[in-house]
């Protein structure tokens, strides 16, 4: 059965530096796999998207992801964190075969010292 | 654009009473998912509509039942309210194909008392 798990339940990093978001996966068949981020009181905003064209992934607001099948990994990363980053991050994947549910991780809460 | 849209915004029910909760999709999208949030927890696949039926469910009792409309508008119903149904509920809009990114909606805040 497919599953996500993100790997740290809080992340602090100070504005500027770089931002790691950790996430492993499980999928019985060749994933389709976003990261996803809910501001306060907010549904999901989209980030990115990898659905097995190229590994490296860009999306919205700097960030961008690696698929790493050997690891089984598809961490989120941005060179430089702002403010605004503060918010719950969620790694989603959605096993092919038909299956149309997401699995969502338990999230990651970014917050953003000045 | 408009993009996913959920009504109400908030609501209160005490245990025992029935809700329905609406989403209309982004347009042009014609499949509707619908979740689960609890506090401090990540989102739970509630089920999925396609062309009016229910194409997939997750791990939720028979209290939980929607309905997909032609427009593709969507409700979600659930019966006999317990403590424990208090969550945000989120509706996510997509293309039918299953590698489509879903598009979600701000939620309607449900309290049971």
């Known amino acids: 059965a497919q599953s996500v798990t993100q790997l740290d339940s809080h992340v602090s990093v100070s504005e500027g530096t770089p931002v790691l978001l950790r996430c492993n996966y499980s999928?019985?068949?060749?994933?389709?796999l976003f990261w996803y981020v809910q501001h306060p009181n907010k549904g999901l905003q989209l980030l990115l998207k990898?659905?097995?064209?190229?590994?490296l992934v860009k999306g919205i607001n700097g960030f961008e992801a690696e698929f790493k099948k050997s690891e089984t990994s598809f961490h989120l990363t941005k060179p430089s964190a702002h403010m605004s980053d503060a918010a719950e991050y969620f790694c989603v994947v959605v096993d092919g075969g038909g299956t149309y549910k997401y699995i969502f991780g338990t999230g990651t809460r970014l917050k953003v010292l000045a | 654009d408009a993009g996913v849209t959920q009504s109400p915004t908030h609501l209160i029910k005490t245990r025992g009473q029935q809700v329905t909760l609406r989403c209309s999709p982004k347009s042009g999208h014609d499949t509707v998912s619908w979740y689960q949030q609890a506090l401090g927890q990540g989102p739970q696949f509630i089920f999925q509509?396609?062309?009016?039926?229910?194409?997939q469910r997750g791990n939720f009792p028979d209290r939980f039942s929607g309905h997909q409309f032609p427009n593709y508008s969507s409700e979600l119903n659930v019966n006999a309210l317990l403590l424990g149904d208090s969550a945000l509920y989120l509706c996510?809009?997509?293309?039918?194909?299953?590698?489509?990114?879903?598009?979600f909606g701000d939620g309607t805040r449900l309290s049971i008392l």
């Open positions: 990898y659905t097995s064209a190229a590994t």
């Open positions: 999928s019985s068949y060749s994933p389709s």
């Open positions: 509509y396609y062309e009016e039926e229910e194409r």
């Open positions: 996510a809009s997509s293309l039918s194909h299953e590698n489509q990114p879903q598009h």
